[in-house]
């Protein structure tokens, strides 16, 4: 397949009839690691230094638009379940001739890389499922003050969408871990160059968490080594989450980290990528 660069923000690579920006960090040959990001959330939101460090552990770290986010197609009046995104991911691998790859995913972008190990196992070498859940009723609970954030007007400059994003972050981050108010401020502005009219592309995003339903059953198939990271501080989705899918998966490993929100703050990262190095660790060769 042809893929068009577009700058320093990323490559258009197409993946599953849609196109997807993608970055890459470290040397290709090494074991690729795939991280997804979660709902209305863009590649630019994985911190540039959080992906650099991985790769300094000997993987081929690449970070990705999802569908209907920053520079991927944006498919206004569709309907689109997770295991379409799932298909997507997949699809970048091959696109990028990555036969499997180790997955990482946070939040929504962790149900997706439940769905990439459930329904496609032979492309997941591992699995980190990041500040997620499983979909049963009353796991993961989310505060409906958050929730109706979320579908809020949307910020029509940029210094808006700043102030907005670390308000929220005030609100559903670490209060256990100092937040980098800087990272935020610039992933955000950036975020918004990207793009600016993300409303719609953050609605068809929810439809298809929420059509998605309770994944318990679809989660027991899975068979690559999973480790489940969720902060005890998880104000938009419940540490119940977590539990319930450490509980769902077998061999499944439980990394509750006191104190962490829904956000990757720099002083939590080397508890986060150790589990998730050693989690990569457990693959058989």
Request: proline letters at 5%; a positive charge; aromatic letters at 4%.
């Amino acid at each position: 397949m042809q893929d068009r660069a577009v700058g320093a923000a990323g490559r258009i690579v197409p993946a599953n009839g849609v196109d997807l920006c993608v970055e890459t960090f470290g040397d290709s040959r090494h074991p690729a690691l795939l991280l997804i990001m979660g709902l209305g959330f863009q590649l630019v939101h994985w911190p540039d230094e959080f992906c650099r460090r991985l790769a300094g552990h000997g993987f081929f770290v690449i970070r990705f638009d999802n569908r209907d986010a920053g520079r991927s197609t944006h498919l206004p009046g569709a309907d689109y379940s997770l295991a379409d995104m799932a298909a997507d991911a997949v699809g970048l691998l091959d696109a990028l001739g990555v036969g499997r790859a180790h997955v990482v995913g946070a939040s929504m972008g962790g149900m997706i890389a439940q769905l990439m190990a459930a329904l496609h196992p032979s492309r997941v070498l591992s699995l980190a499922s990041l500040m997620s859940t499983t979909g049963r009723r009353g796991k993961g609970r989310t505060s409906p003050r958050l929730v109706r954030h979320l579908f809020s007007r949307g910020a029509r400059t940029e210094q808006e969408a700043v102030e907005r994003r670390v308000r929220l972050f005030g609100t559903i981050g670490s209060s256990g871990f100092e937040q980098d108010v800087d990272e935020i401020r610039r992933a955000t502005a950036l975020a918004f160059r990207r793009d600016p009219d993300h409303r719609g592309g953050r609605r068809r995003q929810y439809r298809a968490v929420r059509v998605a339903g309770d994944r318990t059953d679809q989660l027991a198939r899975i068979t690559a080594p999973t480790v489940v990271i969720h902060g005890t501080a998880d104000r938009m989705c419940h540490h119940s989450g977590g539990e319930a899918t450490a509980a769902a998966i077998s061999g499944a490993r439980l990394q509750l980290i006191p104190g962490l929100g829904h956000d990757l703050p720099p002083g939590a990262w080397p508890t986060i990528i150790d589990a998730i190095v050693a989690n990569a660790h457990r693959t058989q060769p």
